[in-house]
């Protein structure tokens, strides 16, 4: 399993952006699909984001958003930094939550969930808030 940290989170004003980032120091992530989730106290974890990896057969990267942040979280990796992104703009206070990202092998078109995901980072605490 990869061990994953994310950086990035902090404390932004509503409609404010930031963007998170996740490595696994010292591999790559280049065979791995990233998967990113949030989870809001007393809630359960939610999908977020999934980036799917590149191969030969379809060298562009694909992602899968949920309809709760389709239009202001984007997806992204950096397989030359060994890297994944989610850049989220005009936050809301209902963004609120502790950022995760998930190595795994699948976004499943979009239908994945946290148990499709075996190697995760310890995450990020997000705060929109004015």
């Known amino acids: 399993q990869l061990q994953l940290v994310e950086s990035g989170g902090g404390l932004v004003q509503p409609g404010g952006s930031l963007r998170l980032s996740c490595a696994a120091p010292g591999f790559s992530l280049d065979l791995n699909v990233i998967a990113w989730f949030r989870e809001a106290p007393g809630k359960e974890r939610e999908a977020v984001v999934c980036?799917?990896?590149?191969?030969?057969?379809?060298?562009?990267?694909?992602?899968y958003s949920k309809d709760s942040v389709k239009g202001r979280f984007t997806g992204s990796r950096d397989d030359t930094k060994h890297t994944a992104y989610l850049q989220m703009n005009n936050l809301k206070p209902e963004d609120t939550a502790v950022y995760y990202c998930?190595?795994?092998?699948?976004?499943?078109?979009?239908?994945?969930?946290?148990?499709?995901?075996?190697?995760w980072g310890q995450g990020t605490q997000v705060t929109v808030s004015s």
């Open positions: 980036i799917s990896r590149r191969d030969i057969s379809r060298p562009d990267v694909i992602t």
């Open positions: 998930a190595a795994g092998q699948n976004c499943y078109s979009g239908h994945y969930n946290a148990n499709d995901f075996g190697s």
